[in-house]
């Protein structure tokens, strides 16, 4: 059950170190009518996806009844945020965690046959071409989009003149060379190469011809929010901690990154399989 907005924006700015001063909380004002107990049973991942998912959509064109695909959705909270907010129907896209959770989840707030969570692959989609206005990622994109062929792929399902949407956990600038920083090589696994700036995205997208960037930014103090949320949700990941307070923004960063696919771009169809026909030979060369 939801609380009363007043206690709930208390309950929320208090959340580990919500109180920093620096920090502009009033910039995500949908974010604070959301019960904090409720958002923490949602937690996901190492990112607050209701203050990333709406910083994403201030700068999306959202209008009720519009089809949004949210992929990487994790527990929904990310597809909820948005039917609640903005009227638009969700199709909740995630491999890790259970779809059946997830429209229990989906029920309880109210949404059934608003939000529709289901349980795919990112580079398995079974939807139609051109059936979303809207496709978001909310701290998920870097898991699968980082291949060169994935963007034709995506936007295949995205209108002419849709928008694709991804935020998250990412880079203020790119590292020189094949070494991480030195003071985050404690923190810095493999995995982390595919964070990246919103230049590397720019570049990434632009090269393909088939959208135009339309913004490309970093969340104000993001590493700031990041580290609060790290310690409310994860005090004990000192690791992570320790390098966020050393960066202090200089790398590590929440991005945002914005198209729109062009009306003329033309998408060829994924080969699914190739016909061939069977002819015997003999292997010996005679």
């Known amino acids: 059950m939801l609380l009363p907005k007043p206690f709930l924006r208390l309950r929320l700015f208090t959340y580990g170190n919500c109180m920093n001063p620096n920090l502009a909380?009033?910039?995500?004002?949908?974010?604070?009518?959301?019960?904090?107990?409720?958002?923490?049973?949602?937690?996901?991942?190492?990112?607050?996806?209701?203050?990333l998912t709406e910083w994403l959509s201030q700068a999306l064109d959202l209008q009720a009844g519009m089809r949004v695909l949210d992929l990487g959705c994790g527990r929904a909270l990310s597809s909820i945020f948005l039917a609640r907010e903005f009227g638009v129907q969700v199709w909740a896209a995630d491999l890790w965690f259970d779809a059946s959770e997830n429209l229990?989840?989906?029920?309880?707030?109210?949404?059934?046959?608003?939000?529709?969570?289901?349980h795919m692959e990112a580079r398995n989609l079974p939807f139609a071409a051109e059936f979303f206005d809207v496709i978001v990622a909310c701290d998920s994109f870097p898991y699968f989009g980082t291949d060169d062929l994935y963007?034709?792929?995506?936007?295949?399902f995205l209108k002419p003149g849709g928008q694709l949407g991804i935020v998250g956990s990412g880079l203020a600038q790119e590292p020189?060379?094949?070494?991480?920083p030195e003071h985050l090589r404690s923190w810095w696994e493999p995995e982390a190469w595919m964070l990246h700036s919103v230049g590397w995205w720019r570049r990434h997208w632009?090269?393909?011809?088939?959208?135009?960037?339309?913004?490309?930014?970093?969340m104000p103090d993001g590493w700031r929010f990041w580290l609060d949320w790290i310690r409310t949700v994860a005090p004990e990941n000192k690791t992570e901690?320790?390098?966020?307070?050393?960066?202090?923004?200089?790398?590590l960063a929440y991005t945002r990154v914005i198209a729109r696919r062009k009306a003329n771009a033309v998408l060829s169809a994924p080969v699914r399989s190739i016909t061939t026909s069977y002819a015997k030979k003999g292997v010996q060369n005679r």
């Not at 109210?110 to 969570?117: E, K, M, S, T």
């Not at 020189?176 to 991480?180: D, I, K, P, R, Y």
């Not at 632009?206 to 970093?218: N, P, R, W």
């Open 151 to 156: 963007l034709a792929y995506v936007t295949r």
């Open 206 to 218: 632009e090269k393909t011809g088939i959208v135009d960037i339309e913004t490309a930014d970093l």
């Open 25 to 51: 909380w009033h910039n995500f004002p949908r974010s604070t009518g959301y019960n904090p107990d409720w958002l923490m049973a949602g937690v996901s991942g190492g990112a607050n996806p209701l203050l």
């Open 241 to 251: 901690i320790n390098a966020l307070e050393d960066d202090q923004g200089s790398f």
């Open 104 to 118: 229990m989840r989906v029920r309880d707030a109210g949404l059934d046959g608003q939000v529709f969570p289901l």
């Open 176 to 180: 020189v060379g094949t070494e991480a």
